[in-house]
């Protein structure tokens, strides 16, 4: 991938009020932070709050040089105008409901999302565009959506081109099937679990194709050193055995006086496939946290312990 990006990312999602309101003063801190962090690479999509996570983006990267670092964000969902009010909860994010998402891979969709981005960025390119979340949609974004992208980067409108998904069967296909240079693989690979493991990731490696591993926290399941009685799992409630699984993982870290959250992010870089983790911040403080758990290493023996207590398998890379 001719984009190069630093192992820790930015993720806009929770600036774009994602489960509850963030204010401006609060999004921006977040930014700042990664930025004095030393992130050069942030990403957003249309979907975060119904653009106001690109906005906010923009905003808080708008007086640093464009050229000092590498923005992605995503297309396939095409907000509308809407005047039907309420909020847009139900979607995850508290923000009135001013837009509706209309799902459109096809080649115009593309263009018309991506342009609208660029204006809500306030920026006149992005570095990485992802097709975001086609589950349902394989025939018009492989045909259509893809194309299109391949279009933009000849053009030298975008820089690299992928998709960002929560599995890996289909990102799979498309590193198979199409030219696609990266893909932002979404709790599919992390320490509670690595059904990317066996077929994805060796194919990736096989094909030259990066990953950048995003919701490593596995829905917040892993974001706490403890692990809550509530916890989420792919965006519902946690079922018991994956709580459990994820309170004796938590317990092998306590052991090793290594909080869980320091261990859940650095695990996936331990994988030669895999060229970022990127994290979701609100605030300032939880960004300088996260920082801090990338930057401070884990030690070699925690490894081996979750592999003693059959938390790790032996052929799962570590740091």
Same mark, same amino acid.
């Given at each position: 991938?001719?984009?190069?990006?630093?192992?820790?990312?930015?993720g806009?999602?929770?600036?774009?009020?994602? *489960?509850?309101?963030?204010?401006?003063?609060?999004?921006?801190?977040?930014?700042?932070?990664?930025?004095?962090?030393?992130?050069?690479?942030?990403?957003?999509?249309?979907?975060y709050?119904?653009?106001?996570?690109?906005?906010?983006?923009?905003?808080?990267?708008?007086?640093?040089?464009?050229?000092? *670092?590498?923005?992605?964000?995503?297309?396939?969902?095409?907000?509308?105008?809407?005047?039907?009010?309420?909020?847009?909860?139900?979607?995850?994010?508290?923000v009135?409901?001013?837009?509706?998402?209309?799902?459109d891979?096809?080649?115009?969709?593309?263009?018309?999302?991506?342009e609208?981005?660029?204006?809500?960025l306030?920026?006149?390119?992005?570095?990485?565009?992802?097709?975001?979340? !086609?589950?349902?949609?394989?025939?018009?974004?492989?045909?259509?959506?893809?194309?299109?992208l391949?279009?933009?980067?000849?053009?030298?409108?975008?820089g690299?081109?992928?998709?960002?998904?929560?599995?890996?069967?289909?990102p799979?296909?498309?590193?198979?099937?199409t030219d696609?240079?990266?893909?932002?693989?979404?709790?599919?690979?992390?320490?509670?679990?690595?059904?990317?493991?066996?077929?994805?990731?060796?194919?990736?490696?096989?094909?030259?194709?990066?990953?950048?591993?995003?919701?490593?926290?596995?829905?917040?399941?892993?974001?706490?050193?403890?692990?809550?009685?509530?916890?989420? *799992?792919?965006?519902?409630?946690?079922?018991?055995?994956?709580?459990?699984?994820?309170?004796?993982?938590a317990?092998?870290?306590?052991?090793?006086?290594?909080?869980?959250?320091?261990?859940a992010?650095?695990?996936?870089?331990?994988?030669?496939?895999?060229?970022?983790?990127?994290?979701?911040?609100?605030?300032?403080?939880?960004?300088?946290?996260?920082?801090?758990?990338?930057?401070?290493?884990? !030690?070699?023996?925690?490894?081996?312990?979750l592999r003693d207590?059959?938390?790790?398998?032996?052929e799962?890379?570590?740091?």
């Amino acid at each position: 991938m001719k984009v190069s990006l630093t192992r820790l990312g930015f993720g806009a999602a929770p600036i774009g009020n994602l *489960y509850g309101e963030v204010s401006d003063e609060e999004a921006h801190a977040a930014v700042d932070a990664a930025w004095d962090s030393g992130v050069r690479y942030f990403d957003t999509a249309p979907h975060y709050g119904l653009g106001l996570s690109e906005r906010r983006l923009g905003s808080a990267l708008g007086g640093r040089p464009r050229s000092g *670092y590498v923005l992605s964000t995503k297309v396939g969902r095409v907000l509308e105008p809407f005047d039907g009010g309420g909020d847009d909860l139900a979607n995850g994010f508290a923000v009135p409901a001013s837009s509706r998402r209309v799902w459109d891979f096809s080649a115009d969709g593309v263009r018309r999302s991506l342009e609208s981005s660029l204006e809500r960025l306030g920026t006149d390119h992005v570095d990485v565009v992802y097709l975001h979340d !086609p589950d349902e949609h394989w025939e018009v974004a492989a045909r259509q959506g893809i194309p299109a992208l391949v279009d933009l980067r000849e053009q030298g409108v975008v820089g690299a081109i992928g998709v960002g998904m929560n599995q890996w069967e289909m990102p799979a296909r498309f590193v198979r099937e199409t030219d696609v240079d990266v893909v932002m693989l979404a709790g599919r690979y992390t320490l509670l679990e690595q059904a990317a493991l066996p077929e994805f990731l060796p194919l990736c490696l096989e094909r030259g194709v990066s990953v950048v591993a995003a919701g490593v926290f596995n829905s917040g399941l892993l974001s706490r050193p403890e692990v809550p009685d509530d916890a989420k *799992y792919d965006y519902a409630d946690a079922p018991a055995e994956v709580v459990d699984r994820a309170r004796r993982i938590a317990a092998v870290c306590g052991e090793h006086g290594v909080a869980l959250p320091r261990v859940a992010i650095q695990f996936a870089l331990g994988h030669p496939a895999v060229v970022s983790v990127v994290i979701g911040s609100r605030t300032g403080e939880q960004m300088r946290s996260n920082a801090a758990d990338f930057a401070d290493p884990v !030690p070699a023996a925690l490894w081996s312990s979750l592999r003693d207590r059959g938390l790790l398998d032996a052929e799962v890379p570590v740091p």
